[in-house]
């Protein structure tokens, strides 16, 4: 902690310095964010046909439907569409921006992990992404069979999106995990074999954790969602073996 102070202090920055730092950075990610949400809003169309797919996957003949209850309904999906997909998009340049505003903070050893493990952030929260995406007709599948044949889906377009943006944000964050765990170890916080002597009450607590933050609640989510935490765990305990921590 001494040593990161030091180093911040040698970075000659005052106080209002960072925060003019910060608002910098801010301000960058905001732009990435309306720059990419207007390219999100006039692409409408086609992003709102994407996200419907699992959706039509599970509907008779594959044909669906959304039905809007207000006339506000149109407008209000645009711009949430607009608003998440510009924020997704911009998703390397807020990491990127985040980990440049800390990296004054560093030593020059930890300055070296920078692009590995911005870009290795950046790739498990798409993938976490995509992850959801592709199981989110699953998960349908299972939650329509559970209420019953007499039940026919037909979904408000507003709450549709609601839950596939939380079921992305949650993979997507979730999937920092190994991340997360490999920067421990890194840092000293950890150690492999500390992980590995523990690794059943760490599955145990994934298991949980998997079921509390899958936002539909269906096991199949959660069952995808947990597998490759699990995988990461283990994963993670070898990288920090191979590097010596």
């Known amino acids: 902690m001494a040593g990161k102070s030091f180093t911040r202090a040698q970075s000659g920055m005052s106080i209002g310095q960072h925060l003019a730092e910060a608002r910098r950075r801010l301000l960058i990610c905001t732009v990435a964010i309306l720059v990419l949400g207007t390219i999100c809003f006039i692409g409408y169309t086609s992003i709102l046909d994407w996200l419907s797919k699992?959706?039509?996957d599970i509907?008779?003949?594959h044909t669906c439907h959304f039905i809007a209850t207000g006339p506000l309904d149109g407008l209000s999906?645009?711009?949430?569409?607009?608003f998440f997909g510009g924020g997704l998009a911009a998703t390397p340049v807020i990491f990127w921006q985040l980990w440049r505003f800390v990296t004054p903070g560093l030593r020059q050893k930890e300055r070296r992990y920078a692009?590995?493990?911005v870009s290795a952030s950046i790739v498990f929260f798409l993938a976490g992404c995509l992850v959801a995406y592709f199981s989110f007709a699953h998960a349908l599948k299972f939650l329509v069979a559970i209420g019953g044949h007499s039940l026919t889906p037909y979904y408000n377009p507003n709450q549709y999106l609601s839950l596939v943006i939380l079921m992305m944000v949650a993979f997507g964050a979730t999937f920092e995990f190994p991340v997360i765990l490999v920067a421990l170890e890194f840092a000293g916080v950890v150690s492999p074999q500390t992980l590995l002597r523990h690794w059943r009450p760490a599955i145990i607590g994934i298991t949980v954790g998997a079921a509390?933050?899958?936002?539909?609640g269906d096991p199949v989510s959660m069952?995808?969602?947990m597998i490759p935490l699990i995988f990461f765990y283990f994963g993670s305990i070898g990288i920090g073996k191979l590097a010596g921590k």
């Open 54 to 56: 699992p959706y039509c």
């Open 59 to 61: 509907s008779p003949q």
């Open 77 to 82: 999906l645009r711009i949430k569409i607009a």
């Open 115 to 117: 692009v590995p493990f």
């Open 212 to 216: 509390v933050l899958t936002p539909s």
């Open 223 to 225: 069952f995808v969602m």
